[in-house]
């Protein structure tokens, strides 16, 4: 599905209404307005009573003036304009929070008094979901979870304790679910548990549904849809973003970075040995190379083909065969010594984005002790 949007417009919440799903993912670069969308479109059923849950992957991003700059832009964007003011018809001005709670409120000009009105959100820490079981939020009618996608470190099961949590917060009731995300890494446990396998293909302004089933207490079959959003970029004004990074941040395209490539014709290489490396469903192909000068390094490019048996993997995922294990502790003292390449990070690419998903699969491996 394509929607159309005008050149340099921003993501509207009306968008984000029409979309005919449960779930929406919106993705896209950093400056088109998929946050404040959503901003909008959470202010506009608070304003009619209605109660969001605000989710962020550590505890530590709940705090109070890290949620009071979250909406710092809708109280006063680049011209000024106080949207809150606006929707709310001069009623509240500011946004407060208190005990985990997110309130309207309205600041008095000449007193500088803060008076807090109607709770509208709540906090939610990821990596607390634990503590949030025996609670119950029966006016929450949509939940946030901002900036969930990430370059860095995701907690363990995450995806799982994602939905544990959203089961906690609806309970038996409906609601929707906007989880906002630059476009940082293709790699994240959502892609896999939802099986977003068209993410990579998608273009801007377009939407792709996924469609689950399940069945209702009285037996009744129904369908859960996966709206996944891409949206479109916005030109920048500003001369500030320069490099690698620039694309990411004003365009929709996912990030990259400078690497080191190969300098001659790969051809002219000479291949000593080759391992595959999986993580979930991403797979490298790893050459190690030795240039006509005599050097060696490691030549990293993704895997699009099925892996053949007797090919030696290392992978996350369970292989029955003697040539797969799941760490990169060597199968001998060659191998051994041909890994330690890797941990010194003695590799060249075959271009930004293949080095960017490497490393933070190679990350998660290590990471994770296998």
């Not at 709310?88 to 309207?104: C, H, L, P, Q, R």
């Not at 970029?233 to 320069?242: D, E, H, P, Q, W």
């Amino acid at each position: 599905m394509k929607i159309k949007i005008k050149e340099n417009e921003f993501v509207s919440d009306e968008t984000i209404e029409k979309i005919n799903a449960k779930y929406v993912i919106m993705l896209g670069g950093r400056n088109n307005g998929k946050s404040f969308a959503s901003k909008e479109y959470i202010i506009k059923r608070g304003l009619k009573g209605e109660e969001f849950a605000y989710i962020r992957r550590f505890k530590e991003d709940c705090k109070q003036y890290m949620v009071q700059e979250y909406f710092a832009d809708f109280l006063s964007d680049e011209k000024g304009v106080n949207h809150l003011k606006e929707l709310s018809g001069g009623k509240y001005n500011a946004i407060t929070t208190w005990n985990a709670g997110i309130y309207f409120a309205t600041l008095e000009e000449e007193t500088g008094k803060l008076i807090r009105g109607p709770r509208f959100g709540c906090m939610f820490g990821l990596s607390w979901d634990t503590h949030y079981k025996s609670l119950a939020y029966p006016r929450i009618t949509t939940a946030v979870y901002e900036e969930f996608i990430t370059d860095s470190q995701y907690l363990p099961n995450e995806a799982k304790r994602f939905m544990n949590l959203i089961s906690t917060i609806f309970r038996s009731r409906d609601g929707k679910v906007l989880l906002v995300g630059n476009t940082l890494s293709r790699i994240n446990p959502f892609n896999k548990y939802f099986g977003l396998r068209n993410i990579p293909r998608m273009k801007p302004n377009q939407i792709d549904y996924y469609s689950f089933k399940y069945k209702t207490q009285d037996n009744k079959e129904e369908i859960t849809r996966v709206a996944v959003y891409m949206t479109h970029s916005r030109k920048s004004n500003s001369g500030l973003f320069i490099g690698a990074a620039a694309k990411t941040i004003t365009e929709t395209a996912w990030e990259s970075e400078e690497v080191d490539q190969l300098t001659v014709d790969k051809k002219s290489c000479n291949s000593l040995y080759k391992v595959v490396m999986q993580y979930d469903d991403n797979k490298f192909l790893l050459d190690f190379l030795e240039l006509p000068d005599g050097n060696v390094t490691w030549y990293v490019e993704p895997k699009t083909t099925d892996i053949k048996p007797g090919t030696r993997v290392v992978s996350n995922q369970l292989r029955l065969d003697e040539y797969s294990t799941k760490n990169f502790r060597g199968l001998s003292e060659k191998e051994q010594l041909l890994f330690r390449y890797l941990q010194d990070d003695r590799i060249v690419y075959a271009d930004g984005l293949c080095a960017v998903e490497f490393k933070q699969c190679f990350s998660m491996l290590r990471r994770a002790g296998l």
